[in-house]
């Protein structure tokens, strides 16, 4: 679909703007004025994106000190999911950042406040319905008791190390791990799961305003999973980041009662479920994070640690 068809379709709505704001995993996000934006989905289609909706209204509902997506409407154009949401207030923390306006340490705090936040939230059945990456169903299906792992996977996963791409039936023998010790965890959470600085928007005093681009890796889980990838991608490529990393890991611990076996297992996990996200064939400097990630001796002793047990 051409820009032109969607401003087409906006202008039948009644918008007479039309901007294109930015790209995220999940779509292309455009401002139309009047407080909305209209976003158009690479692959979700209405059926999927009225699930998301109902988890926006639940997470709107959960008292968060930061704004969330609202979607005040879903269509469908020329065989793409297209909707219509509220516009969400401030800055992109990691431009904010770029810019000077932000320093390090606010931008750092911001995150933990987003984190510490969501972890107070509760789950629901419309979280569980979310799908993640490109998978065709949720990771959670309604079962007799509770709700378990869709994903099964079959045999162990191989010793990770940097070579070939991670392939589906690891990813689906991680996630079954990964959510198969979320469910028995003490009060799984809405999970962003790509809670990056460029997801965030932020006041000009560097405080958190919303939280967008929910859908890549949006799920219900243990905090931790979500704690473990905030420290991670706070800053992924820079001179710092590992010492950064670090920061992070030592202060969720001490916070939150985490451990480090539990923050990095969850870590390994990520790497594994994301590295091909971004390229098919592994060629980007996502599948090298993740690669670097799983090639660290703490991270590769967690994912075989028993700290679950």
């Known amino acids: 679909m051409t820009h032109e068809q969607l401003k087409d379709h906006f202008a039948k709505q009644g918008y007479r703007r039309f901007g294109l704001l930015g790209e995220g995993m999940e779509g292309v ?21 009225r699930f998301i909706t109902d988890f926006y209204e639940h997470l709107g509902s959960q008292g968060l000190p930061f704004a969330v997506p609202r979607m005040v409407d ?45 972890a107070k939230t509760t789950g629901s059945a419309s979280t569980r319905r979310l799908t993640v990456l490109d998978e065709p169903a949720p990771m959670w299906q309604p079962g007799p008791v509770r709700y ?21 039936s690891m990813r689906r023998s991680l996630a079954s791990t990964t959510w198969s ?41 243990d905090p931790a999973f979500e704690a473990s990838i905030a420290a991670g991608v706070f800053d992924m490529y820079g001179p710092a980041a590992r010492s950064l990393d670090d920061e992070w890991v030592e202060t969720l611990c001490r916070l939150f009662g985490h451990t480090p076996h539990e923050l990095l297992f969850y870590r390994a996990v990520y790497a594994l479920l994301t590295s091909n996200s971004y390229d098919a064939e592994g060629k980007d400097g996502h599948f090298a994070w993740c690669a670097a990630a799983l090639n660290r001796p703490d991270i590769t002793e967690a994912l075989w640690s028993d700290w679950a047990a």
């Open 29 to 49: 996000v455009f401002a139309l004025g009047d407080g909305h934006v209209g976003k158009l989905w690479f692959r979700r289609q209405p059926a999927e994106l």
């Open 74 to 118: 879903v269509d469908e154009v020329r065989g793409h999911g297209v909707t219509i949401e509220r516009e969400l207030p401030g800055r992109n923390l990691r431009e904010a950042v770029a810019a000077g306006a932000v320093s390090v340490d606010t931008a750092a705090s911001c995150m933990l406040t987003v984190v510490t936040e969501l």
């Open 148 to 168: 378990a792992p869709s994903w099964t996977g079959g045999s162990p996963v191989p010793t990770p190390t940097c070579g070939t791409p991670s392939t589906g």
């Open 181 to 221: 010790t979320a469910s028995v965890r003490p009060a799984p959470s809405p999970s962003s799961g790509d809670l990056v600085p460029a997801n965030v928007l932020v006041t000009p005093a560097g405080e958190p305003a919303a939280l967008l681009d929910w859908g890549f890796l949006s799920t219900e889980a």
